[in-house]
């Protein structure tokens, strides 16, 4: 079966601050990878997915995420937050050869004090 | 852009009573979920439907739970008889393709949020 991690429950930074928010998965085959964010009284939003090629996945607003595979790795990582960015994060999995649903993690709440 | 809508936004309902939770998926998608969190735990899958049946459930979704796609629109999560431990935020998500060998995104709706007293 699939597992997802997410390690940080709750980040606070301030505003420049560096992000990297981190995502383990367990599952021995090849999978399809996404971060899911949900701000304050909103529905979850894709940022962004990984499904082949280029290990670095460039997404909205800013936000990218590495795939390592060797270390079953996606973390998504910000070079400078916003206020506007505190919200929740949720990583998911989904295998490829498996069944059609997402496994979430427990997702991390990020702060961003102006 | 499209967006999967749910209603209501939030149900309370007394325990043994019955709910329906009504979603409308992006109107060119194939394929519906339902997924629930339970306060402070994972989003976790109920059930995925395709082509007017279930194609995957989880061991949560037991005979108390029902879906159904009643017509061209809508897509509704039943509850027979309410438990205590159904008190969750319940999300419904379509996508366009199966996504496991697609990579496809599934877009999820705002949630409706169900207290069981």
């Known amino acids: 079966a699939q597992s997802v991690s997410q390690h940080n429950h709750h980040v606070i930074l301030s505003e420049a601050a560096s992000l990297e928010l981190g995502c383990n998965y367990s599952?021995?085959?090849?999978?399809?990878l996404f971060w899911y964010v949900q701000y304050p009284g909103q529905h979850l939003q894709l940022l962004l997915k990984?499904?082949?090629?280029?290990?670095l996945v460039k997404g909205i607003k800013g936000f990218e995420a590495e795939f390592i595979k060797s270390k079953f790795s996606f973390n998504l990582r910000k070079p400078s937050v916003q206020w506007s960015d505190t919200a929740e994060y949720f990583c998911?999995?989904?295998?490829?050869?498996?069944?059609?649903?997402?496994?979430f993690g427990t997702g991390t709440r990020l702060t961003v004090i102006p | 852009e499209p967006e999967v809508t749910q209603t209501p936004s939030h149900q309370v309902t007394q325990m043994g009573q019955e709910v329906i939770l009504r979603c409308v998926p992006i109107?060119?998608?194939?394929?519906f979920y339902w997924y629930r969190q339970i306060l402070g735990q994972k989003v976790e899958f109920l059930v995925s439907?395709?082509?007017?049946?279930?194609?995957?459930k989880s061991e949560i979704f037991d005979d108390q739970f029902s879906v159904e796609r009643p017509d061209g629109s809508n897509f509704t999560l039943k509850i027979r008889s309410t438990k205590l431990e159904d008190s969750a935020m319940y999300f419904c998500?379509?996508?366009?393709?199966?996504?496991?060998?697609?990579?496809?995104?599934?877009?999820f709706g705002p949630g409706t949020r169900l207290l069981v007293l």
């Open positions: 990984y499904f082949s090629g280029d290990p």
């Open positions: 998500a379509s996508s366009g393709r199966r996504q496991g060998s697609s990579g496809e995104t599934q877009y």
């Open positions: 109107s060119n998608h194939l394929y």
């Open positions: 599952y021995g085959g090849t999978v399809n």
């Open positions: 439907f395709y082509n007017n049946e279930i194609s995957e």
């Open positions: 998911a999995v989904n295998a490829r050869s498996g069944a059609n649903n997402l496994f």
